[in-house]
């Protein structure tokens, strides 16, 4: 577990940490400055959506069960001297359940979820490859990717530099991630499907890492990213009185983000205040706001206990709707719970501790969200608006 | 949008003129401390942000873990 320093700061270990999360940006590489020995880590998580209401679901709906997944991640850090590190990671998901099809409306006019009509089963495999280079005051982490399942395929990649003003209080960092994606979705009888679609994505993004004082420390963090190409999902349909369609939304798509995280270590608590914010602006006029508030504690014996909640709340897309009543000249349409307006409240524990090389983890997570969360009043909920449990268990090995 | 603008760069303002103090090499000890980073559990962090990021309807800021998926 334990880290040399080679004289860089604070400032750019933070900064490196929190910026390698960015998409395309090795996910798996966290390391602010070469590894003292190579590292295994390995984590199993059980994530488990509830099952969609009794009335909330059509009496045709289907399987009310939605998605299990069985997710293990593995990662294993590699030194190569103390300025240079690899990391390789691996992401095995095996889902299964069903998924919303579409949203029909009753005799009240008030909507209702129809499932897809058989259990989906799938697995997705995702590997990873990265490297840091640690100079005398610029890290470079490129790194790049792939992750396949049944139906779908992505390669991705990234490159980011830091940089660590002669102050050692502050460093900017800047970097470039893309993606290339194609879906080839699995036919099924009676149903009109696309056939082969791709899409594209370029993110870019810039970050200003400052210490406040020897308690607080801040980072803010602007982003866009663009997508390019077929952004709709094929398994989702959405209802008109004509008959329905497929899910059609606009084959481009521009994000723009940005975040602010606060660190302050209180001396009363012996323990770190953790703030996390981000606003989110698209072009399909989805707004979001998310807040992160959390303590992590860690103790002399070795024991870390961490707790956090995280309030999020979106407006809905311009062509959504939960149904349709008449057809729109634009041709876009989309039923998607997550294109609709809602909020959510999360709630999440952790707790490990480290024996000599050793760490043990244990982690969960209730996820609850509504229509009544959203900063915004909403008058129609959408009836597939997601909750979920997940557990965690985790341990890493240093060499 | 007037109140986001407006949030925003109050925001900003107030982050551009956070009083920052001089830090010593020597008392920074507890901006090093494991609980004091931005993401103290990157494994964690990474199957957060990726089911985030399949599960809701805006991403990034942040980070979203490795490449894009068929999520619905």
């Known amino acids: ?399 | 949008m007037k109140i986001y603008s407006r949030i925003f760069a109050v925001l900003i303002i107030c982050f551009l003129t956070f009083s920052c103090s001089s830090v010593s090499p020597w008392e920074r000890g507890i901006l090093a401390k494991p609980e004091m980073a931005w993401e103290p559990d990157p494994l964690i962090g990474q199957l957060q942000e990726h089911v985030y990021f399949s599960k809701e309807g805006s991403s990034g800021g942040y980070g979203a873990g490795g490449g894009g998926c068929g999520c619905n």
């Open chain 1, 1 to 399: 577990m334990s880290k040399k320093h080679n004289g860089i700061s604070p400032a750019l270990a933070a900064l490196t940490t929190a910026a390698m999360a960015l998409p395309g940006i090795s996910p798996t590489v966290k390391a602010a400055v070469a590894a003292n020995e190579p590292k295994l880590s390995l984590q199993y998580t059980f994530y488990d959506e509830d099952s969609i209401p009794s009335g909330d679901a059509a009496p045709e709906a289907g399987d009310r069960d939605r998605y299990e997944i069985d997710v293990l991640q593995v990662q294993f850090l590699y030194p190569l001297n103390d300025k240079l590190q690899i990391t390789t990671g691996f992401v095995y998901d095996d889902m299964s359940g069903s998924s919303p099809w579409f949203i029909r409306p009753d005799a009240n006019g008030d909507p209702l979820v129809v499932m897809s009509g058989a259990t989906i089963d799938d697995t997705r495999y995702d590997y990873t490859v990265g490297a840091q280079y640690f100079g005398e005051k610029y890290t470079v982490s490129p790194n790049i990717g792939y992750s396949t399942e049944k139906d779908y395929t992505s390669v991705y990649g990234g490159v980011q530099v830091e940089y660590e003003f002669p102050n050692k209080s502050t460093s900017i960092s800047g970097g470039v991630s893309v993606s290339f994606d194609e879906i080839d979705p699995t036919q099924e009888a009676g149903v009109v499907r696309v056939n082969n679609e791709d899409k594209e994505n370029y993110s870019l993004f810039g970050t200003i890492n400052q210490v406040i004082n020897k308690h607080t420390i801040i980072q803010s963090t602007l982003g866009v990213s663009i997508f390019d190409g077929y952004l709709s999902d094929p398994y989702k349909q959405v209802f008109l009185p004509t008959g329905n369609l497929p899910d059609s939304r606009p084959d481009d798509r521009i994000q723009y983000t940005w975040s602010t995280r606060l660190r302050r270590y209180s001396e009363l608590l012996s323990a770190a205040l953790h703030v996390d914010y981000r606003f989110y602006y698209d072009d399909w006029n989805v707004r979001s706001h998310t807040l992160d508030l959390g303590l992590n504690k860690v103790t002399e014996s070795g024991w870390a206990f961490d707790s956090s909640i995280r309030y999020y709340s979106q407006t809905q897309a311009d062509f959504y709707e939960p149904f349709y009543t008449q057809v729109r000249a634009d041709g876009e349409y989309s039923s998607d719970y997550r294109l609709s307006p809602y909020g959510s409240i999360a709630f999440r524990l952790g707790l490990s501790e480290t024996i000599g090389d050793w760490t043990i983890k244990l982690g969960a997570e209730r996820y609850l969200s509504d229509k009544s969360y959203s900063v915004q009043s909403v008058d129609v909920e959408n009836p597939a608006l997601l909750d979920y449990t997940q557990f965690t268990f985790g341990m890493d090995y240093s060499f």
